[in-house]
């Protein structure tokens, strides 16, 4: 790993560069890969073209981007596996293995996702950059076959935990490289629909897992997510490599092909590979060590923002309200068994997520946050007051009968509002705010950071809940979120449609005079 940080923006010397998230963000600027030997990571890149009329052709972006999150719909289905899985194997007269499976250790079989995830987090941008996106993305089909080959056929506890750490391996690798690999083969206009379709990836394979799982044997369920990665693998295969990466790798033939595959024979390649070999060559000329670009006052700020928001996204409490889905669709009265409203709420989220990741590029990034956070908020402390008052009174109460259509109609807004912004657009703010110099390494440690927070989200909430009570809980959430809300409307810029030096002078960047004609 080279020692030194490449600097990309035309910046005073005095200003701090961003460093932000764990996503790429190509926008004119045509940023390649960092040479601190960590990929990019993120939802919100693009091709880096000048902001001219784009031309050529979209759909084998999509194909390229659909293909890429194949594997996202894996990493879904690993973590939707426990929903139905963990219940079943758990229960004492369970036949689904030939062992026993506690209750503790099924918390630690569904938990150590999260760890396995945390765990890659940063080798795999180091990974990215040695041997390509694509090669890495495809090497991934490994990990998940074996991952999901120990859960298939273990024979003890011990088997299921390996299994399911490697497959935590693999899906979070996933959700480094397939953010990474969209985003740079997209064009500036549909970066953030490409962006979200990580996202919804996700959340149609934890759907998947809702309702296969729920319907069919341990067994089978298993063999069939084994089936996903390899399924990915195959198509994946016929994929272009990203142009970026190879032009950064000096294979300029190799990224010119790649171009032509992505925009169509009819597009102005040459122009766009000249300015990704301009971007590159300026790398190498000027070098900043990764001290110096770290320390920068935009850098520091991006920082910050990265981090916050991925702490909000992981202590709004959806870990929460999903793990409460069957007892809130209980206390609510309905008569739709457990599995089926766990199915529904998976349904709402893709829908959500989808709406999205049509609406990111026109809405905007910070008004879909601040959109998400205020309503998460306000389904919390609906949530807290219903099981407060169930608490206090007895679930039979007139007053807690009275209101029991309110847990079923919080939970659904709840998941709403964060597919629509405090779900997948963390991700892409990260990829907005962060130069090249840094990029790898905050992506890195904000993925890190994402799955440990996850992890100890999933593994303290039942002790929480018992010792202070879900009604309580629930109000911590949104206190967390009306923090949240007063963060982003004061902290957290609007990238939509900005490029890089644009998003650079809202951090605080000074400002610096044209030269050559050349916009800045």
């Known amino acids: 790993m080279r020692s030194s940080i490449y600097r990309r923006e035309r910046y005073d010397s005095s200003e701090t560069e961003p460093l932000l998230p764990a996503i790429p963000v190509l926008t004119q600027n045509n940023e390649g890969t960092g040479n601190n030997g960590m990929a990019e990571v993120g939802v919100s890149q693009s091709v880096l073209v000048e902001p001219r009329e784009e031309g050529g052709r979209k ?210 390649v040459d122009s766009e590979l000249n300015l990704l070999r301009e971007k590159y060559e300026e790398s190498i000329t000027n070098k900043v060590s990764f001290l110096s670009a770290i320390t920068k006052k935009t850098a520091l700020k991006a920082i910050l923002i990265c981090y916050t928001l991925m702490i909000i996204q992981q202590l709004s409490g959806i870990n929460a309200v999903i793990f409460n889905t069957s007892q809130i669709f209980d206390s609510s009265g309905a008569t739709i068994p457990a599995a089926i409203g766990t199915i529904i709420i998976g349904v ?76 997948p657009i963390p991700w892409m703010m990260a990829g907005d705010l962060c130069l090249i110099d840094i990029k790898a390494f905050v992506s890195s440690t904000a993925g890190t950071l994402n799955w440990l927070l996850s992890f100890t989200v999933t593994r303290t909430f039942n002790s929480l809940n018992t010792a202070i009570g879900s009604g309580q809980v629930f109000w911590i959430f949104a206190g967390i979120m009306v923090a949240a809300f007063i963060f982003i409307f004061f902290v957290v810029p609007e990238t939509k449609g900005k490029s890089v030096d644009e998003i650079q002078l809202l951090l605080g960047a000074e400002q610096q005079p044209q030269t050559n004609g050349e916009k800045k």
């Open 59 to 268: 759909l084998p972006q999509y194909i390229a981007a659909l293909s890429a999150t194949l594997g996202a719909l894996a990493a879904g289905s690993v973590l939707g596996w426990s929903s139905p899985v963990i219940y079943k194997i758990t229960q004492a007269n369970s036949t689904e293995y030939a062992f026993d499976v506690s209750s503790s250790q099924g918390d630690w079989v569904s938990s150590l996702v999260n760890l396995g995830a945390a765990a890659v987090c940063f080798p795999i941008g180091l990974i990215m950059d040695a041997i390509g996106r694509k090669t890495t993305m495809l090497l991934l089909v490994i990990p998940f076959t074996l991952g999901w080959l120990l859960i298939t056929l273990a024979t003890n506890v011990g088997m299921l935990m390996a299994g399911r750490f490697i497959t935590g391996v693999a899906g979070g690798a996933f959700c480094v490289t397939a953010p990474a690999y969209t985003s740079e083969i997209a064009q500036d206009s549909i970066r953030g629909s490409l962006g979200s379709f990580f996202q919804l990836m996700v959340t149609v394979g934890i759907l998947f897992a809702y309702a296969v799982g729920s319907y069919t044997s341990v067994l089978i369920f298993n063999i069939l997510c084994t089936l996903i990665p390899i399924i990915f693998g195959v198509i994946f295969f016929f994929m272009p490599e990203s142009p970026k990466y190879l032009v950064n790798k000096e294979k300029f033939d190799n990224a010119k092909d790649a171009l032509i595959k992505l925009r169509g024979s009819n597009y102005d």
């Open 348 to 423: 709402i989220q893709v829908i959500a997520t989808l709406v999205s990741s049509l609406v990111v590029d026109k809405l905007g990034r910070r008004i879909l946050l601040l959109f998400s956070v205020l309503v998460m908020c306000l389904c919390s402390t609906a949530l807290g007051v219903f099981f407060f008052l169930k608490d206090t009174h007895g679930g039979e109460s007139s007053i807690v009968q009275a209101i029991s259509w309110l847990p079923l109609l919080s939970l659904s807004l709840f998941i709403i509002a964060f597919s629509l912004g405090s779900g």
